[in-house]
Each structure stands twice: as structure tokens, then as C-alpha cells.
């Protein structure tokens, strides 16, 4: 996608990562699910446009005309690519998720947030070998009435 000039997608969140990943202006022309919040942000962001896509067969050679004319207008303002690079360079500082998730797991109280982390309450309880289970703890709860 580097060498890509823009991008004209349907919005859908692989490409628009891929395309703002390698600093690639969009247009995006949203069909379903996330696709026109994916292209309302990218537009937001100033590193696309949005289009709508054709209703009907009909449509289409029209339509063909005014994706070409957003493609020559994303080309020939560079704050679009400007925008796309800016963009680039955010996610290039982000650390990969394998780094995050073995920095969370180096944190004291065994790396988990809040609710999730384990303490000696909710820590698995072993007894002569093995794990406890439902019953032990259904055991464990009549005991301490």
C-alpha cells in the first residue's frame, strides 16, 4: 500500500487501517456494518473523503464520474495525504499489542486490572493436589455461614 497514490474502499476497518497505516489518503464509499463510521472518521481526521456509493446499476457511470473527480481532488490537495502521513506516524509509535499485553502481564498483582486481578480471596485454592471446584466452593461457602 506504500507505493498507493489513495485508496478508494468501501471502508471497512483492514483497509482503512492498512491505508492510513502506509500514510495513504482515502475515499471511502460505506456499504454496511462499520464501514460509514469507519469513513466518517477518516474524514474527520482529514485523511479522506466519503462518498456514497450507487444505489442501482443505473448509477453507476454517473457515479464513476464523481469518484474520479474525488480522486483527482484528494491528489491535488496535499492536507489529505498530510493528514494520512500524521496519522501513519501515530500508529507507528503505538506499541504492538504482544508489547502491551506482556508489559500488563510484568505489573505486580499478576499484571491484571482492577476486578481481574487475583488476590489471596479469589486466588485458586488447592488442596492435597488438586484445583478446587464448583463444589468446593459451594463447600467453602456453607462452612462460613
Partial sequence: MHAAAAVVC???????????GAGVP???????????ANGTMVARAGAGLV???PESAAEVPSKAASIRS???????????????????????RT????????TLLAVPGDGLPGPFRRTTSNAPARRSGRRQTNGDIGDAR???R
Fill in 10 to 20: 468501501h471502508g471497512g476497518s483492514g483497509t482503512v487501517l492498512g491505508a492510513l
Fill in 26 to 36: 482515502l475515499i471511502v464509499l460505506p456499504m454496511m456494518a462499520d464501514q460509514r
Fill in 51 to 53: 462518498l456514497e456509493p
Fill in 70 to 92: 474525488v480522486v483527482e481532488r484528494l491528489l491535488r490537495e496535499p492536507a489529505f495525504r498530510v493528514a494520512a502521513q500524521r496519522i501513519a506516524s501515530e500508529m507507528r
Fill in 95 to 102: 506499541l504492538p499489542p504482544e508489547v502491551q499485553v506482556r
Fill in 142 to 144: 456453607s462452612r462460613a
